[in-house]
């Protein structure tokens, strides 16, 4: 079956603009994640979605970053005034379910951002 | 916080060979251990995983084992092939939390 999506691919913004990226799980999942990857280093966690509520927000790095899965399925990672630190590959990831019973998680191809 | 460090960094091997990659964690809660590997422009892929209540688990010619009084988890490859060639991580997270990554190998198989 189809896996996560995440659009756009790539994204080029200059810095103080505003961006968004979408993501669309595997159906029926409903548990979705937001990681941020730098280059040459592992996906950093910022924000867990079990359904429409976030579970765990922890990882936004400041106010700027802000999410939404108003239906419960596919995720917008939202990104004010962005700053040239912002760029990198941001990854979303989905599982069955967050809670003990389902633990894989799996990734979509991410969105690379450039921030100019 | 969970904290998982893993070595080397790089690792060359020749076709055939065996390859070994570590990670240590340090959250004694942490339950789930999963290999991804990541190919160049692409997300990562779920290789194999393992959960504490198992010391070891194979798939063909990939295998991780765990110990969990020493906090670590390795993964190996045998048999490696030009096509094994990508970047490894590691990861733990307990149930209901997030994925904590290691940095990352570069994992070279020259024929």
């Known amino acids: 079956g189809a896996g996560v999506s995440q659009t756009p691919s790539n994204k080029v913004t200059e810095k103080g603009k505003y961006v968004e990226l979408r993501c669309d799980p595997i159906?029926?999942?409903?548990?979705l994640y937001w990681y941020r990857q730098s280059l040459g280093q592992g996906p950093e966690f910022l924000i867990y979605?079990?359904?429409?509520?976030?579970?765990?927000d922890s990882g936004l790095p400041n106010d700027r970053f802000f999410a939404v899965r108003p239906e419960g399925s596919v995720s917008t990672l939202k990104i004010q005034r962005t700053e040239r630190g912002d760029s990198a590959v941001y990854l979303c990831?989905?599982?069955?379910?967050?809670?003990?019973?389902?633990?894989?998680?799996?990734f979509g191809p991410g969105t690379r951002l450039t921030v100019t | 916080g969970e904290n998982v460090e893993q070595h080397p960094s790089t690792l060359s091997v020749q076709e055939g060979d065996s390859a070994v990659i570590k990670c240590t964690y340090s959250?004694?809660?942490?339950?789930?251990f999963p290999w991804y590997k990541q190919e160049l422009g692409k997300g990562p892929q779920l290789i194999i995983d393992?959960?504490?209540?198992?010391g070891e688990k194979k798939d063909q010619r990939i295998a991780v084992t765990l110990n969990k009084t020493a906090k670590h988890f390795s993964l190996h490859i045998t048999e490696t092939q030009p096509e094994d060639s990508a970047v490894y991580f590691c990861?733990?997270?307990?149930?209901?939390?997030?994925?904590?990554f290691g940095k990352g190998t570069t994992l070279s198989v020259s024929s």
């Open positions: 990831a989905s599982s069955l379910t967050g809670g003990l019973s389902s633990y894989e998680q799996y």
């Open positions: 159906s029926g999942h409903t548990a």
């Open positions: 979605f079990q359904g429409t509520g976030a579970a765990d």
């Open positions: 959250d004694s809660a942490s339950n789930y």
């Open positions: 393992i959960r504490s209540n198992v």
């Open positions: 990861a733990a997270r307990q149930a209901g939390t997030a994925l904590i």
